[in-house]
T-cell receptor, first 109, second 112 residues
Framework: GQNIDQPTEMTATEGAIVQINCTYQ??????LFWYQQHAGEAPTFLSY????GLEEKGRFSSFLSRSKGYSYLLLKELQMKDSASYLC??????????FGKGTKLSVIP | EPEVTQTPSHQVTQMGQEVILRCVPI?????FYWYRQILGQKVEFLVS????????KSEIFDDQFSVERPDGSNFTLKIRSTKLEDSAMYFC??????????FGSGTRLTVV
């Protein structure tokens, strides 16, 4: 099976930088995804890593270390609208995603 | 931007009744999925569908569940005899051969 861990909740200040960590244990790793989910809404795609290193996309960056089973999502210049749950999801072997429980981020003024 | 559309957005049904949740995936996508999210819990995989057949299913996807692609555009999830614990948000997702997954806005199913 797969085991995905991420912090349950985080709080950060508007304008600041926050890093959300995700660790995973799986066999047949085939990619790691980050999704944003506002309450009651669908997950929306943020980033995808399959090779080690940093992927940058505007205010959002995601890092992967396959040897350590570790990823993080970095959010810069936080805005109030970034308050949401951030879901780490792993694809292994087959083509379905296994999600972590999500990290609820609260951005405060 | 292309979207995955799901109908209805909300469905209330009595325990034991059958429900059909509908999805229209993005037209050039090849893989289709159903996921569910019980309130306050994580998103869970139900089933994947490729080339007009189920490619993988989870333990949740038991005999009361079925999927169909009745025509070239729709992708449906049927729950034959609903139970209280089937109450959840059901998300359809699709993806092309080499790219990320696009989720629909979901159907909130409430079984009473």
């Amino acid at each position: 099976g797969q085991n995905i861990d991420q912090p349950t909740e985080m709080t950060a200040t508007e304008g600041a930088i926050v890093q959300i960590n995700c660790t995973y244990q799986t066999s047949g790793f085939n990619g790691l995804f980050w999704y944003q989910q506002h309450a009651g809404e669908a997950p929306t795609f943020l980033s995808y890593n399959v090779l080690d290193g940093l992927e940058e996309k505007g205010r959002f960056s995601s890092f992967l270390s396959r040897s350590k089973g570790y990823s993080y999502l970095l959010l810069k210049e936080l805005q109030m609208k970034d308050s949401a749950s951030y879901l780490c999801a792993v694809r292994a072997g087959s083509y379905q995603l296994t999600f972590g429980k999500g990290t609820k981020l609260s951005v405060i003024p | 931007e292309p979207e995955v559309t799901q109908t209805p957005s909300h469905q209330v049904t009595q325990m034991g009744q059958e429900v059909i949740l509908r999805c229209v995936p993005i037209s050039n996508h090849l893989y289709f999925y159903w996921y569910r999210q019980i309130l306050g819990q994580k998103v869970e995989f139900l089933v994947s569908f490729y080339n007009n057949e189920i490619s993988e299913k989870s333990e949740i996807f038991d005999d009361q569940f079925s999927v169909e692609r009745p025509d070239g555009s729709n992708f449906t999830l049927k729950i034959r005899s609903t139970k209280l614990e089937d109450s959840a948000m059901y998300f359809c997702a699709s993806r092309p051969m080499f790219d990320g997954y696009t989720f629909g806005s979901g159907t909130r199913l409430t079984v009473v």
